[in-house]
């Protein structure tokens, strides 16, 4: 039985159009067939029949993946380039990280940034960046930026200043000697920071004009809370935060060095 079995298997697997396929795996269903047709006590004609059908099937494969290898080819080649790029690019990120610059915030207090021209070019890639021209950090976290600085914080109501939004837009007449904030990103030209009083960080569930705590955050009441706040709270609220992400910044590197 078994130079019969080994007679057959030699035709079809002596042939080229087998050994281009996948011959290993064709050659074991080859052989598991024969197996089954003759434990099914079929006529040695049965088994070579079946097995010529095979061939031809096997035949069809070989040409079609004649027909697609130079397609594969292309895509592997194209592959290639793109790792290729990939290995730039990456390069060129490690370049950037490598060129950032210290920023000073306050004498020795400084920062590690990425120099950028505008916010649109601040990427969400967990870096800190810098825009000079409105002398403010920036991130992007999942892709909203968040730019300021660290403001002051003044203890009492005395010559507060820079604390809320200035109505005026570009036509403030008032310009750099405006006591309140001139955002950069709404009045171009400006380096103003916010700054804040010290009730600040201070919740409060109650909605006064006199009131210049926080109205949001609470998690009880985050869902009311945010369709209470106007558009100042708003963005007091984001530089507010930034302000604390530079301060927890700065405390980490200080207490990294000491
Ligand atoms: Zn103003």
């Known amino acids: 039985m078994r130079c019969v079995m080994h007679k057959i298997l030699s035709k079809y697997i002596s042939q080229t159009t087998m050994l281009r396929c996948t011959s290993l795996y064709i050659y074991k269903v080859i052989f598991i067939i024969i197996i089954m047709e003759i434990s099914n006590n079929k006529k040695m004609d049965s088994v070579v029949k079946t097995l010529d059908s095979i061939s031809q099937r096997v035949t069809q494969i070989d040409n079609y993946i004649n027909e697609v290898r130079p397609v594969i080819l292309s895509v592997k080649k194209e592959l290639s380039a793109f790792d290729a790029s990939c290995g730039t690019w990456m390069s060129v990120n490690k370049q950037k990280q490598r060129n950032k610059s210290s920023i000073t915030i306050l004498g020795n207090v400084k920062l590690d940034a990425i120099v950028v021209n505008a916010l649109h070019q601040v990427k969400q890639d967990g870096e800190l ?78 909605k006064s004009k006199s009131n210049k705590g926080r109205t949001f955050g609470n998690i009880t009441t985050i869902e009311t809370d945010a369709q209470l706040m106007t558009a100042d709270d708003i963005n007091k609220f984001y530089d507010q935060t930034m302000h604390d992400i530079l301060c927890s910044l700065v405390l980490k590197k200080i207490r990294d060095s000491n």
Do not use: L
């Not at 003044?154 to 837009?169: A, G, L, M, R, V």
């Open 129 to 206: 960046y810098y825009i000079p021209h409105m002398d403010h950090f920036a991130i992007n976290i999942t892709g909203s930026v968040f730019h300021g600085g660290i403001g002051k914080i003044f203890t009492d109501n005395k010559s507060i200043e820079k604390i809320k939004d200035c109505k005026f837009s570009q036509s403030c007449a008032k310009q750099n000697n405006c006591n309140y904030y001139h955002d950069p990103v709404s009045f171009p030209g400006s380096k103003d920071i916010r700054n804040y009083t010290s009730n600040s960080w201070q919740y409060t569930n109650e």
